[in-house]
């Protein structure tokens, strides 16, 4: 009996064995469309060789948790400035006070002193005259006696033209060499003619910028020089706007070794020669 189901088991071997395995197709294949939602690829996982650094601490300190997250310690952790002694703010609270007491013209960047009314001989004199010590932390020597509307026009020419043009050469501008300020006068100290408007305390001439280098660029020896002469006609022309009349070492005789900045207008704009 036994062999007889055994002979069996193994007839039915055999014949499995000579019809193959059999196969199952997909049901895609077979024209079949199966129930849900369709079917979409999705990316498979890879690992992100960038991201391995600091992996060896604790996640929570990690700045790299799902690439875009950081860490809610990272802040906590960081370093903060260090607080000013009181000294240096003291200091610092001081030199404004003193800059604010200095100021005139109402502009803290204007300093000096305010003298009032100067009076002169016949039509000459100033109203409200200041006598100015720096102008936009550039100092000027000797300090000239001129208007507000003048020393406003001054430091803007300080800080558009003068600055600008020296840039960082010698260290920077650091004074202003002053040569005539207010004086009772007639244009170019003629002994008859109409009076300059230095006699009413609008008109400065510059005839030196010193740099914190101790050098000069002077307008007599550096205008017609490669690098200075360059810097001294950019000053030049800085002037016509902020100054109704500009006069350089081109202008006439009078003036080649100084500049005339005054604030006298005209209708048909800045005069500048």
């Known amino acids: 009996m036994i062999r007889h189901a ?54 929570l300190f990690r700045a790299e948790q799902n690439l875009f997250a950081f860490s809610p310690n990272s802040v906590a952790q960081s370093l903060r400035p260090t607080k000013r002694p009181m000294a240096i703010e003291r200091a610092a609270q001081e030199a404004r006070a003193a800059r604010l007491r200095g100021q005139i013209c109402g502009d803290p960047n204007i300093q000096g002193e305010a003298i009032g009314r100067v009076r002169g001989a016949g039509a000459c004199g100033v109203d409200s005259a200041v006598r100015v010590k720096s102008v936009a932390g550039v100092r000027l020597s000797p300090q000239p006696t001129i208007d507000c509307k003048t020393a406003l026009a001054l430091k ?34 003629a002994s008859t003619g109409r009076l300059s408007e230095h006699a009413f305390g609008h008109a400065v001439d510059i005839a030196g910028i010193k740099l914190a280098s101790g050098r000069e660029i002077t307008v007599l020896q550096g205008w017609n020089m490669k690098g200075d002469g360059q810097r001294l006609r950019q ?14 070492p081109n202008a006439n005789r009078f003036h080649r070794d100084h500049f005339h900045f005054d604030t006298a207008r005209y209708r048909s704009g800045s005069y500048c020669r």
Request: charged share 15%.
């Open 235 to 248: 000053m030049w022309q800085a002037a016509c706007g902020p100054f109704g009349t500009v006069l350089g």
């Open 156 to 189: 803007k020419w300080v800080v558009n033209g003068a600055k600008p043009a020296v840039g960082g050469e010698g260290g920077g501008v650091s004074s202003l060499r002053i040569v005539s300020h207010y004086a009772c006068r007639n244009r170019n100290a």
């Open 6 to 59: 055994l002979l069996l088991l193994a007839l039915a071997g055999s014949a499995a064995q000579a019809e193959g395995p059999t196969t199952q197709t997909r049901p895609l294949a077979r024209g079949e469309v199966p129930e849900g939602p369709p079917l979409r690829p999705t990316a498979r996982p890879y690992n992100r060789l960038e991201l391995q650094h600091g992996i060896v601490t604790r996640p």
